[in-house]
């Protein structure tokens, strides 16, 4: 996805590289990924690439994202 993100980490961005989300919110400490159509496989994706390369960075989830099929990826 073509973004152009000023405020972004650099740990962050190379998530949003690898993760390639259609579409995302960046927050203060972090993104915003929403309309995930698999959502369960596609947290353990997101953290699998974390953990894979090394970010400092942690997904999260609770049920109110799961009415807009979204996770958040903070910086630590």
Do not use: W
């Amino acid at each position: 996805m073509e973004n152009t993100l000023l405020n972004v980490s650099s740990d962050l961005q190379t998530f949003i590289n690898k993760f390639e989300p259609n579409k995302f919110k960046v927050m203060a400490k972090g993104i915003e990924v929403r309309g995930i159509n698999n959502l369960h496989s596609n947290i353990l994706e997101a953290k699998s690439i974390i953990e894979r390369l090394e970010l400092k960075l942690i997904v999260s989830h609770n049920a109110e994202m799961l009415s807009y099929k979204g996770i958040e990826v903070n910086n630590i």
